[in-house]
């Protein structure tokens, strides 16, 4: 018996059955960490990217550094920094709050780089009409230019989505038992790694194709007519 289950290990579909109940309690912990890590890219990434586009370059510089310094260090390093650093200076958070922060500054850096380019994308004569209406610059943001960026950004940002939950497995090194590592545990004591780790690619690989769909219905659904293309 462990983590209080009876498993049979000698018939693989009995042992794949018995271990399964623990792997999904992992496969939620994935998911919980996914979809935090991915708030967070959303919310830091769209303001990485309305600071890179700003007009001052002491605004737009500084922004653009911290995004290309974010992209050009491991997520591994920069876990590790969170996890063990920070709490020299008195700020301790749960394992799973860490790692689900480190997903989401990690990938805040290429999301902003998708809210610009999607930003950008937005005619300027839609911005200069918004300006002949009166709309403050604000208003023209969140009421012209927003609604007609997400459209186009929707299938960019759900490939990051499947990339952040592809690798949750990373904060197992800071004692999250998210899937991986409870097949990995599974496996040490019971020296049987192929029906764990198997049964895992095939969670995974249910988890991004539900993913993948979610996203493609709601590329499908979201109105796109009446976009200008430049």
């Not at 209080?4 to 960490?33: K, R, Y």
């Not at 605004?59 to 876990?79: G, H, M, S, Y």
């Not at 499947?162 to 904060?171: C, E, F, G, Y």
Request: proline share 6%; aromatic share 10%; charged share 15%.
């Amino acid at each position: 018996m462990l983590f209080g289950f009876e498993w049979d290990l000698t018939n693989p579909l009995n042992f794949a059955i018995s271990i399964l109940p623990i792997l999904l309690v992992g496969m939620w912990v994935t998911i919980q960490a996914t979809v935090l890590g991915f708030f967070v890219a959303l919310v830091l990434g769209l303001v990485l990217a309305v600071l890179k586009s700003a007009r001052s370059r002491f605004i737009a510089w500084p922004a653009r550094l911290v995004a290309e310094f974010i992209r050009d260090t491991p997520l591994l390093v920069q876990l590790f920094f969170l996890y063990y650093v920070l709490p020299e200076y008195g700020i301790v958070l749960p394992a799973f709050m860490t790692g689900a922060l480190a997903l989401g500054i990690q990938y805040s850096a290429y999301t902003s780089e998708v809210y610009r380019a999607g930003i950008e994308a937005v005619g300027r004569d839609q911005r200069e009409a918004a300006r002949a209406l009166n709309l403050s610059a604000a208003n023209t943001f969140t009421h012209i230019v927003v609604p007609q960026a997400v459209p186009r950004i929707v299938p960019a940002m759900g490939n990051y989505l499947v990339s952040i939950m592809k690798d949750v497995p990373v904060l197992s090194v800071v004692t999250v038992l998210e899937m991986l590592n409870v097949a990995k545990i599974i496996g040490d004591r019971t020296f049987d790694y192929l029906v764990p780790l198997s049964l895992v690619g095939c969670l995974y690989l249910i988890m991004t194709l539900v993913a993948s769909a979610g996203v493609r219905v709601l590329d499908t659904y979201l109105p796109k007519q009446g976009l200008p293309l430049k």
